[in-house]
């Protein structure tokens, strides 16, 4: 018996076998999740709301920047190690010198452009982000050097990997804090120099499995172009819709408002575990199926994801000023109407994104980024509308309703695309049966 627990556990620490580096890769999520609370809520006791929103102010940008000029990079990296391994050097040692020259590009354009979208914090504040700016490089390679580890199957290095950058910050604010330091900038500090030493051991452990080569920098540079360019648009879609609304509330409100909006955003997106739970847990791949199995699979997925997130979001509904109190401060409770219209709009969006599994399925991507950009096209100028108007409950209302619209539409292309009828919402008795089998097998 001793002997099957202890293969069970090396097979999940290998993380090399499709199922175990879901499992792997759940149970880091949850890791990570649980630092990042811990990091917001140090962060908001020590600075309050306004220092809190100082301190987002100028740590959002360099990893916001850099994402937004991937050009698909780290995508195309993994696929094409895979597809030509006899050039896995080459392919990473040109998509290494692109994100190194992006994310200088993407350092340039922040410190030309953050004098002026952040013109209502103080010089000091805005020097600090322009100085942060320079670890934009760091953030594209690391997304690269990840993609590199992953095309060798090294997913278990990768989760350390996540779950070691927020500890590091963790461990740093405790210092920093510990010392009597308590000021935005320096703890601002926590969040981005961490990604210094562990890019140096990515380097390190990455020499033993890549060479440096250049010498077919053209060619190799085509490959890796000739398919990021086409998966760019859902790396570029999936960064600003994620980071958006905190980079208009940042130039358009107070750092206070941005301290209560950054908290309300980060609690409210503690319910994204569910989805992520289904996703790995219950949704099976389901490419290359009939139509009609996969909408059924997908139904159930979001059947159950809903369910689950909606009996965390009604009693989150009253009991959110309790727990931004005690989480967060007194002075936190502040955000509780846009915590509320975050809750809903989390309920919405994971249902989104889940229905959208079905044309990603069944090879339709395009959909799915044709969806995301219409969302961001919606959402942009609903927050320039109503931020003025309504300050943070306009940003809330505005995501509320972008999302609220892409749900509709995703419901609207399944007949047209698909030529199926959308999954029902509403969770039947297989579906519990189904939740209660998966589980105990697993358990």
Known sequence: MLANVFNHISSLLDGRKGSTAAI????????ILTINMGTGILAARVLGSQGRGEMAAIILWPQFLAYTLTLGIPQALLYNIKK??????????????????????????????????????????????????????????????MAAFEAQDEFTFSNQLRYFTPLATLIALLALIGFGVGN????????????????????????????????????STQILLGYGVKAYGIDLIGSLSGKIGQALVVGLLSATSMGLYTVAMSLSRV???????????LLPKASAR???????????????????????VIPLMFLGPFFLGLLYGEEFVAATTIFRILLIEI?????????????????????????QGLGLGITVPLMLLLIPRYELVGAGLALLTSTTIRFFLV?????????????????????????????????
Not at 194 to 215: D, H, N, Q, V
Not at 348 to 363: P, V
């Open 24 to 31: 792997q890769t759940f149970v880091v999520k949850i890791g």
């Open 347 to 371: 309920l919405i969006s994971g249902t989104n994104w889940m229905l959208a599994k079905s044309f990603m399925a069944a090879g339709k991507p395009g959909v799915v980024t044709l969806l």
């Open 271 to 281: 319910l994204n575990t569910f989805e992520s739970a289904i996703d790995t847990v």
């Open 84 to 145: 030509y391994p006899d050039k896995k050097s080459e392919l990473f040692s040109v998509a290494a010198i692109l994100s190194v020259g992006l994310g200088l590009i993407a350092s340039l354009i922040g410190i030309l452009f953050l004098p002026s979208w952040l013109s209502q914090y103080s010089a000091t504040m805005i020097r600090a982000s322009q100085w942060f700016m320079l670890t934009s490089p760091l953030s594209l390679l690391g997304v690269v050097f």
């Open 184 to 219: 935005p900038i320096t703890l601002g500090m926590a969040y981005v120099l961490p990604s210094i030493p562990i890019t140096i051991w990515m380097i390190l452990r990455l020499r033993s499995r890549y060479e440096f080569k250049i010498a077919k920098f053209q060619e």
């Open 290 to 312: 009939p139509v009609n199995e996969i909408v059924e699979l997908t139904g159930r997925a979001v059947r159950i994801s809903t369910m689950l997130t909606l009996m965390c």
């Open 411 to 443: 419901i609207g292309c399944y007949p047209f695309v698909l030529k199926a009828p959308p999954p029902s919402l509403l969770v039947n008795l297989d579906d519990l049966a189904y939740l209660k089998k998966t589980f105990l097998r697993r358990g």
